[in-house]
């Protein structure tokens, strides 16, 4: 018997990351450049990216960076066919563009008749249509465009960013929860839909991480947590968040056909313990 070797079977991959310039994914991105990919870093925001890539092309890593807004179908399209020039077929999309807005948060967890400050009531169409753009069709675009190269070929496959908020709704934060939500739900329909072509589609459901945007809901100006990060902590029987590094066993391991070869359609959450706890 011949064990997998996870990080070596990626080695020469491409390896397309959306939001790349996010904690996370960058993260990410350096990590799987440690196997020998080539990573493509895709952000909105592009001095974030590029310092990215030359951090691990010092390191002696493969990678590019390319300013691109995953909710623009034409942006996308041409991205690919630069990474088509430049490194060939995308193997593996990584989704992880997403976020939130001010105008979908409420101020309160609880809506009461004489609360003061934003309520759901006073949440924006606007608002709520940006955070679920952003987490669900820039999730729906990419795959429409990278997964294309992908059909035949049995050591590809899609690996979404879910989220805790998509198991169990979080308050405060309804387009989130929602987006996220269908986030494993389109994980799971990926899976069917191109089972017969070679292509695995598979997600994990981050628990707690500080990152730009939730900080400010999780920690005050001085550091100290929140009324709402105290919370988190109490219900995380790890008893802290997590470190953006302890993504990357399961990541690899989603991305190698060699080790995961048989796994489609499944969300695997990285919380700490906090979606099994019953708070009891």
């Not at 490194?87 to 990584?94: A, P, T």
């Not at 952003?134 to 465009?145: D, S």
């Not at 470190?243 to 990357?248: A, D, H, R």
Request: charged share 20%; aromatic share 8%; proline share 2%.
């Amino acid at each position: 018997m011949k064990l997998p070797r996870f990080s070596e079977s990626l080695n020469n991959k491409v390896i397309v990351i959306t939001g790349a310039g996010g904690v996370l994914c960058s993260t990410i991105a350096k990590g799987l450049a440690l196997t020998g990919a080539k990573v493509m870093l895709l952000n909105r925001t592009y001095e974030k990216v590029l310092k990215i890539e030359k951090e691990i092309c010092k390191d002696g890593g493969i990678a590019k960076a390319y300013a691109c807004d995953v909710l623009n179908k034409d942006c996308l399209k041409a991205v690919h066919e630069q990474i088509k020039s430049e490194f060939g077929l995308c193997d593996i999309l990584i989704n992880g563009a997403g976020g939130n807005n001010s105008d979908a948060i409420t101020d309160m967890e609880f809506y009461t008749e004489d609360q003061e400050g934003k309520s759901f009531f006073d949440l924006t169409e606007d608002g709520m249509n940006q955070v679920f753009g952003l987490n669900f069709m820039g999730t729906f675009l990419p795959c429409q465009e990278f997964v294309q190269d992908m059909i035949g070929n049995k050591d590809s496959s899609i690996i979404n960013i879910a989220s805790m908020s998509g198991y169990r709704s979080l308050t405060k934060v309804p387009a989130y929860s929602a987006a996220k939500a269908a986030i494993i739900n389109f994980t799971e329909w990926l899976a069917t839909h191109f089972s017969k072509v070679g292509i695995r589609a598979n997600a994990i459901a981050p628990g707690f991480f500080i990152a730009s945007q939730n900080e400010r809901l999780l920690k005050n100006e001085d550091g100290s947590l929140t009324e709402r990060g105290n919370k988190i902590i109490k219900n995380t029987p790890a008893q802290r968040f997590g470190e953006s590094k302890e993504l990357l066993g399961t990541i690899i391991f989603l991305a190698s056909s060699e080790a995961s070869g048989f796994i489609n359609g499944v969300v695997i959450p990285i919380d700490g313990g906090f979606n099994a706890y019953s708070g009891v």
